[in-house]
């Protein structure tokens, strides 16, 4: 009888390795042609793959909106997958945004010499020139921008740069000057929400219709956001076919529940601080932020009609005041309670008591 290894029977079977990407990198855009919403800058992005030409470029819009996954499909389509690796360097400028980063790694990569050897194959031919792509620009230095400026003036026959930021007004004038600008737009909710089912339908995702639109205007534009904030809630309840629900996706995003929010606004219009004291008890006793809660009460503000323009200022105006307060290290129980006394004395100058 054939005697069998005690270690190798012992050894328990080991489970293969499930490797999974972040939603976000795996349905980004691929291509030019996959790019949403940005019809102008794709149209004119087409024009000079097509021709060769490529200007430099500064992408500037509100985070999420399609920048980075832009620049790298344009990559991709110049380049192809030979060249792809090679002919890049991708940095984010909010990492590296000194001088010296300017000076050795950038100029490094732009200084040298375009190979053509490889530069066409079978199925591609890559244009003579390298792509420089630093994301945040503007978060880098006056200093490093003055910098970038001189090395795209010496090496802009071999190597063409794309800026990405938020706010073009950070960038310097001269360095912007010499870009062609795109704005890229916040995504609108038909975008968002045919990208939404796509990606709910491949992943097998069940979620409500009240849920796909808490996750729009939870995104506000910013589709990263909603991708992140649909593969979170699916994960924690979106198992054994449970459908994901509005609450759950104000619980996965950290936005205040709508109960306490409406807790808060019954305090507020019954006219009684007392009632007021324990609302706001009650919301310190949740754990939830502030912050959150003050940006709701805002935009609940500003939707209701039925209280007037002057009184939606003054509100306005004190819960603006109040975040910057918490900016300052202010106690934020102190200032809901300032807020929410606010609210009720305006509120009853406006006729809108209980």
């Known amino acids: 009888m054939m005697e069998v290894d005690d270690d190798t029977a012992a050894k ?12 976000v990198e795996k349905y980004r855009p691929r291509t030019v042609d996959d790019i949403a919403y940005q019809d102008e800058v794709v149209k004119t ?7 060769g030409v490529m200007p ?13 996954s832009t620049i790298l499909a344009v990559a991709r389509t110049l380049f192809g997958p030979e060249m792809y690796r090679t002919r890049i360097l991708e940095l984010n400028a909010s ?8 000076r050795e790694k950038v100029k490094n990569f732009a200084q040298a010499a375009v190979g053509t050897a490889n530069a066409t194959s079978t199925t591609h031919s890559c244009p003579p020139f390298k792509l ?15 910098a970038l400026r001189r090395t795209m003036e010496t090496y802009t026959k071999v190597t063409r740069f794309c800026l990405i930021c938020n706010y073009v007004t950070r960038i310097i004038e001269p360095l912007a000057s010499r870009c062609a600008k795109f704005r890229f737009r916040a995504l609108s909710n038909e975008t968002m929400l045919t990208r939404l089912d796509h ?23 910013d589709m990263r956001k909603a991708v992140t904030t649909l593969q979170s809630a699916h994960q924690l309840y979106g198992g054994s076919g449970t459908e994901i629900t509005a609450e759950a996706l104000a ?23 007392r009632t007021l004291t324990d609302a706001v008890d009650a919301f310190m006793f949740e754990g939830s932020p502030l912050s959150s809660l003050l940006t709701t009460l805002l935009e609940d503000t500003l939707a209701d009609d039925a209280i007037p323009d002057v009184t939606k200022a003054a509100i306005c105006k004190k819960i603006s005041e109040a975040d910057y307060s918490l900016l300052l290290g202010a106690n934020e129980e102190l200032q809901l309670l300032d807020v929410g006394g606010f609210m009720m004395r305006e509120l009853q100058r406006g006729g809108r008591g209980a």
């Open 199 to 221: 990606i709910a339908a491949a992943e097998h995702v069940s979620i409500s219709a009240a849920g796909k639109q808490a996750v729009i205007g939870l995104a506000g534009g």
């Open 95 to 102: 990492d590296e945004r000194g001088i010296k980063v300017v």
């Open 251 to 273: 619980e996965v995003s950290g936005r205040v529940s709508p109960a306490l929010v409406e807790q808060i606004w019954l305090a507020v219009r019954s006219g009684d601080f």
């Open 132 to 146: 420089i792509i630093l994301d945040e620009a503007d978060t880098m230095t006056p200093d490093a921008q003055a």
């Open 45 to 51: 992005l087409k024009k000079a793959i097509s021709t």
């Open 56 to 68: 430099h470029l500064l992408f500037y819009g509100p985070p999420g909106t399609g920048k980075t």
């Open 12 to 23: 328990p079977a080991v489970a293969p390795a499930v490797h999974t990407k972040p939603w």
